[in-house]
């Protein structure tokens, strides 16, 4: 079976949803971040200091987490999408007073109530 690579309309969803969670995870929108994340207990996410696995432990990190210091530059972003229901969108990022680089990869998949990250993982490496 032969997926579509990279539909011009599909693209353009997972765009979308891609800006709605970078724009919810700087501006620390807690309700959105976790309706992002697919409702699950096979979701996860591997953090910078953290592993996650299931959609709860997601949602209690998140309301844990410092508020502040949240604002990112975004460098290398690469969405693709395989067929209509499949994405990976991976990024770099820089932070003010961060020595390191940031890489955050994410998984999407179409679900019944929309695009949903259903593995998520974040690291950091010297510049």
Sequence with gaps: MEHEINLPEVVAEV???????EAALTGND???LDQL????????????????RG?????????????????RELVNTVITTYGRD?????????RVGEPRI??????????????????AHVSLISA
């Design 37 to 52: 994340f697919w409702d699950s207990p096979h979701t996860l996410r591997y953090g910078a200091g953290e592993n996650l």
């Design 102 to 119: 940031g890489r955050q990869s994410h998984t999407w998949l179409r679900l019944p109530e929309g695009w949903r990250i259903v593995a």
């Design 15 to 21: 765009t979308a949803a891609f800006q709605r969670y």
């Design 30 to 32: 807690v309700a959105v």
């Design 55 to 71: 959609y709860e432990a997601i949602r209690v990190f998140r309301l844990a987490r410092p508020s502040k210091g949240l604002e």
């Design 86 to 94: 499949y994405a990976t969108a991976n990024t770099e990022f820089t």
